[in-house]
């Protein structure tokens, strides 16, 4: 039997190992809603306690709630816009590239060091898939980003309700100084549940909810330079594999109150 690998992570990194076990024990399901081959085999090397995650089924749900939202809305916007480079900010875990492989030009996975290491042991990404050692507030990123004025899928998952008003700000400009024409799929969460939930299933760790916004027009507010083109309640991806909220979903406060996906679209350059 092969011997196990141990991962000492904590904090906001140390999600990612909980969102992909969501998506390894939906897979292994009889007639799973998604199908993820990658997380499946990784969760079967790692010598991990995942019994946390076990517990959390509001964030199993979420995670697969989220999953079939996104990855229905990247093909959408990759099979009407050919050629895309795909950035995918606080990668973590994710293994959408492989999901959607041979629809995109380039895609890159940005997270921090620490969690570049781990993925490193798992995925070896050398093309058109690549990875980058970097915070998503380090505008230094995007000079190891292969551009030339091609269309650009920003995809920002699970990240912002760890960070501060600032450091989405700052996201969104890095974005605006590189790109010519981008947009911007992010995940935000509704200030009331990050000021009142905690995430079970990393009781323990360091990571805590700090930031959200109501819907993508107060985003828009913050900042200027991306028109809210649609925002996508996850309740939308419940309903798939959830009956109740086909009914609930209808509720505006509930509809309101779950994480969406906010469709954010870079304004024109002055002088464009």
């Given at each position: 039997?092969?011997?196990?690998?141990?991962?000492?992570?904590?904090?906001?990194?140390?999600?990612?190992?909980?969102?992909?076990?969501?998506?390894?024990?939906?897979?292994?399901?009889?007639?799973?809603?998604?199908?993820?081959?990658?997380?499946?085999?990784?969760?079967?090397?790692?010598?991990?306690?995942?019994?946390?995650?076990?517990?959390?089924?509001?964030?199993?749900?979420?995670?697969?709630?989220?999953?079939?939202l996104l990855d229905g809305m990247v093909e959408e916007?990759?099979?009407?816009?050919?050629?895309?480079?795909?950035?995918?900010?606080?990668?973590?875990?994710?293994?959408?590239?492989?999901?959607?492989?041979?629809?995109?030009k380039y895609w890159y996975n940005i997270d921090l060091?620490?969690?570049?290491?781990?993925?490193?042991?798992?995925?070896?990404?050398?093309?058109?898939?690549?990875?980058?050692?970097?915070?998503?507030?380090?505008?230094?990123?995007?000079?190891?980003?292969?551009?030339?004025?091609?269309?650009?899928?920003?995809?920002?998952?699970?990240?912002?309700?760890?960070?501060?008003?600032?450091?989405?700000?700052?996201?969104?400009?890095?974005?605006?100084?590189?790109?010519?024409?981008?947009?911007?799929?992010?995940?935000?969460?509704?200030?009331?549940?990050?000021?009142?939930?905690?995430?079970?299933?990393?009781?323990?760790?360091?990571?805590?909810?700090?930031?959200?916004?109501?819907?993508?027009?107060?985003?828009?507010?913050?900042?200027?330079?991306?028109?809210?083109?649609?925002?996508?309640?996850?309740?939308?991806?419940?309903?798939?594999?959830?009956?109740?909220?086909?009914?609930?979903?209808?509720?505006?406060?509930?509809?309101?109150?779950?994480?969406?996906?906010?469709?954010?679209?870079?304004?024109n350059m002055p002088g464009n």
């Amino acid at each position: 039997m092969d011997k196990k690998e141990k991962i000492s992570v904590s904090g906001v990194p140390e999600t990612m190992l909980q969102t992909m076990y969501a998506r390894a024990k939906e897979s292994e399901k009889e007639h799973p809603y998604i199908y993820d081959k990658a997380a499946v085999e990784i969760v079967s090397r790692l010598d991990y306690d995942f019994s946390n995650a076990d517990k959390d089924s509001m964030m199993s749900s979420g995670v697969i709630a989220r999953t079939i939202l996104l990855d229905g809305m990247v093909e959408e916007f990759l099979s009407s816009h050919p050629g895309t480079i795909v950035v995918n900010i606080a990668c973590g875990m994710d293994t959408r590239c492989y999901r959607v492989e041979g629809q995109y030009k380039y895609w890159y996975n940005i997270d921090l060091p620490e969690t570049i290491e781990i993925r490193n042991r798992f995925l070896k990404e050398d093309g058109p898939v690549f990875q980058i050692a970097k915070s998503a507030t380090d505008a230094s990123y995007t000079e190891e980003i292969c551009y030339h004025d091609e269309p650009v899928l920003v995809v920002v998952e699970g990240l912002t309700m760890y960070l501060q008003e600032e450091d989405v700000k700052q996201i969104f400009h890095i974005v605006y100084e590189k790109f010519e024409k981008a947009t911007v799929f992010v995940e935000t969460m509704s200030p009331f549940v990050s000021a009142h939930v905690k995430e079970k299933s990393i009781q323990g760790s360091q990571a805590k909810f700090t930031w959200g916004v109501k819907n993508g027009k107060e985003l828009q507010k913050l900042i200027p330079e991306f028109t809210n083109q649609k925002d996508v309640s996850l309740t939308e991806g419940m309903k798939v594999f959830s009956p109740a909220y086909k009914v609930l979903g209808k509720i505006p406060f509930i509809r309101n109150l779950s994480n969406k996906i906010l469709v954010m679209e870079k304004k024109n350059m002055p002088g464009n």
